[in-house]
């Protein structure tokens, strides 16, 4: 058990929509990163939250957004959705301060968005 | 670059065999971190093992086994008499800390399938 629960779990979408997947993260961790994971592929970095600041990025357009609240839990919007974005949303949540801590971090299950 | 291969797309087994699964990684840093996660078909990634780069001890935990070697930058994943249990996505991923905050390069995964 991570701790780490997501919503919704299935989502389907018309492209050009948006959506906005949540995320509550593990009691006590700060730091809440997402990941985009396409049909056979590994994960793929987002961006990451610390303490309701976005504090990095990975190579997404800005049409991918977060918040971050007080409770630490998460969200991510999506704008204008295309077909490409159709894929699985894990978020996961950590202990940590920015650095090379090397934290390991929980995963949810994901959000398996569809865009039609 | 930071990256990680994960040549094997796909192993099938019969129960009771041992598995190997490879890691390659290529990192500029030289303080890093290197993990093991098992992706089940309900989509959360499970964490299985962490390694800094300064500890090249493999480790045995029950029937799974590490082997991290530097010289060759592998750290390569053993399932020793597989059950049919262990049948999910396996992913390598490699601690990243440019930018100045931290987050994981996975390698695409290799899907292990275990017959009865």
């Known amino acids: 058990e991570t701790g780490v629960t997501q919503s919704p779990t299935h989502l389907i979408k018309t492209r050009g929509q948006q959506v906005t997947l949540r995320c509550s993260s593990q009691?006590?961790?700060?730091?809440v990163s997402w990941y985009q994971q396409a049909l056979g592929q590994g994960p793929q970095f987002i961006f990451q939250?610390?303490?309701?600041?976005?504090?990095g990025r990975g190579n997404f357009p800005p049409r991918f957004s977060g918040l971050q609240f007080p409770n630490y839990s998460s969200e991510l919007n999506v704008n204008a959705l295309e077909l490409d974005d159709s894929a699985l949303y894990l978020c996961?949540?950590?202990?940590?301060?920015?650095?090379?801590?090397?934290?390991?971090?929980?995963f949810g299950s994901g959000t398996q968005l569809s865009v039609l | 670059a930071q990256k990680v291969t994960q040549a094997q797309t796909e192993i099938s087994v019969v129960e009771k065999e041992d598995v190997t699964l490879d890691c390659v990684y290529e990192?500029?840093?030289?303080?890093?971190?290197l993990f093991w996660y098992k992706q089940p078909p309900s989509g959360e990634l499970v964490f299985l093992i962490r390694?800094?780069?300064?500890?090249?001890q493999n480790e045995i935990s029950g029937r799974y086994s590490w082997n991290f070697q530097k010289s060759t930058s592998s750290f390569n994943f053993t399932i020793t008499a597989s059950q049919v249990v262990d049948s999910a996505v396996y992913f390598c991923?490699?601690?990243?800390?440019?930018?100045?905050?931290?987050?994981?390069?996975f390698g695409a995964g290799t899907r292990l399938a275990v017959h009865p």
């Open positions: 996961a949540s950590s202990l940590s301060a920015p650095g090379r801590d090397g934290k390991k971090l929980f």
């Open positions: 990192t500029r840093d030289t303080t890093y971190y």
């Open positions: 390694r800094n780069s300064f500890d090249e």
């Open positions: 939250y610390y303490r309701e600041e976005e504090n």
């Open positions: 009691s006590g961790h700060n730091t």
């Open positions: 991923a490699l601690s990243d800390f440019s930018g100045g905050y931290n987050k994981l390069i």
